[in-house]
């Protein structure tokens, strides 16, 4: 029996696009919440687990002791500790050996990479070092951003968890040593990291904007001290700046803004608060912080 720990759009749509044929492998699914994010798909995965039948609980609350003696856990999107012994598997949105650990796809997308992907690998106490099981791999182009990414990966790790299932109920996994000579790691992220380097070139800063919009809370800049959203930026020709200044307003069309960068400039429409209500500037000179 398989024991499933899902989080998200993922997890979601990894359990939905499962073959129904293999729903009654699964003993439990206990259902991750995160406030960090603006949906966590926590109420669909129950809303399916119920539908189906089955057994489900949510992270925190009552769990079985017992999931069953030789059974299989597979994490999906999960950002916790799971205190439980192996076999455990592991399903990491990052080409492996590169980006283990935290937030890969945002780094990912940060980084302008040409592929994204999903790894199942062996949980181990040290993250994301362990045996590669499989991986699936697309490539994408920019820009685009997260809700698309996580749309099109999710999509893989449906593809993966059936692979996975078939794999274990064959007895053929066979999982392979990850080379170290090419690993790489992604550090966590907090609401710190969500402010905008003005002095980036414009290209990367689209590029960040784009990676932690919906679902995550999105890109902030300080105007005249007050945290505002931005979620939409378009890059625009240069111009030769003289006392180029990273931040500052350069033009206004209607309500259109268009800032200069420390290499190029963005062009903004809205900006937004923390209860996703626009927020009206009307003045020129405004130098975003």
């Known amino acids: 029996m398989i024991n499933l720990y899902?989080?998200?759009?993922?997890?979601?749509?990894?359990?939905?696009?499962l073959s129904p044929t293999l729903w009654s492998k699964i003993n439990v699914i206990c259902i991750g919440k995160d406030p960090a994010i603006v949906d966590d798909y926590s109420t669909e995965i129950a809303e399916f687990a119920a539908k189906h039948a089955i057994p489900h609980y949510y992270?925190?609350?009552?769990?079985?002791?017992?999931?069953?003696?030789g059974s299989l856990n597979i994490a999906i999107g999960w950002r916790w500790l799971i205190s439980l012994e192996l076999p455990?598997?592991?399903?990491?949105?990052?080409?492996?050996?590169?980006?283990?650990?935290?937030?890969?796809?945002v780094t990912a997308l940060i980084n302008g990479d040409k592929q994204i992907g999903v790894t199942?690998?062996?949980?181990?106490?040290?993250?994301?070092?362990?045996?590669?099981?499989?991986?699936?791999?697309?490539?994408?182009?920019y820009p685009i951003k997260i809700e698309e990414a996580i749309n099109l990966l999710s999509k893989e790790y449906a593809a993966l968890l059936e692979d996975v299932f078939h794999l274990y109920l064959s007895d053929a996994i066979a999982p392979k040593q990850q080379n170290e000579q090419y690993a790489t790691y992604s550090l966590w992220r907090d609401e710190e990291d969500y402010h905008i380097d003005w002095s980036s070139d414009s290209g990367s800063i689209?590029?960040?904007?784009?990676?932690?919009?919906?679902?995550?809370?999105?890109?902030?800049?300080?105007?005249?001290?007050?945290?505002?959203?931005?979620?939409?930026?378009?890059e625009v020709p240069d111009i030769p700046i003289a006392n180029r200044t990273p931040g500052k307003v350069i033009f206004k069309e209607n309500d259109e803004f268009t800032v200069v960068?420390?290499?190029?400039?963005?062009?903004?429409?809205?900006?937004?608060?923390?209860?996703?209500?626009k927020v009206k500037q009307s003045k020129f000179r405004i130098r975003f912080k």
């Open 6 to 17: 899902l989080l998200g759009k993922k997890g979601l749509e990894s359990i939905e696009r």
């Open 206 to 234: 689209k590029r960040m904007i784009d990676a932690v919009g919906f679902p995550y809370n999105g890109a902030f800049t300080y105007i005249d001290g007050v945290k505002s959203r931005i979620f939409d930026v378009e």
């Open 120 to 141: 199942a690998l062996i949980g181990t106490d040290e993250f994301d070092k362990g045996d590669i099981i499989a991986q699936r791999i697309i490539s994408i182009e």
């Open 59 to 69: 992270r925190g609350g009552i769990f079985p002791d017992n999931l069953g003696p």
């Open 261 to 277: 960068c420390g290499k190029g400039l963005l062009k903004i429409r809205d900006f937004y608060n923390d209860e996703s209500q």
């Open 88 to 105: 455990l598997i592991v399903f990491h949105d990052s080409i492996l050996p590169k980006y283990r650990g935290f937030n890969p796809l």
